[in-house]
């Protein structure tokens, strides 16, 4: 097994997923820009969402 197929195969049993990874290379720099700005927006909706809903919960009153 050369250094290369090792390292692949180490890689697979730490549990990185070497197909997700070909496939975000795969696309183009726009393309992954796209896809992180996209994925950024989700993050900081739901952290505004759980701010609110945290905020929200601490004024309620607590249930007997």
């Known amino acids: 097994m050369t250094n290369l197929e090792q390292t692949l195969e180490d890689a697979r049993r730490a549990g990185i997923d070497l197909d ?3 496939s975000n ?5 726009e393309e992954r820009v796209l896809r992180h700005e996209s994925a950024l927006e989700l993050v900081l ?3 505004e969402a ?3 809903y945290e905020k929200s919960a601490s004024a309620a009153p607590a249930a007997l």
């Open 25 to 29: 290379l795969a696309l183009t720099y």
């Open 50 to 52: 759980g701010a609110t």
């Open 20 to 22: 997700l990874l070909d």
């Open 45 to 47: 909706a739901l952290r």
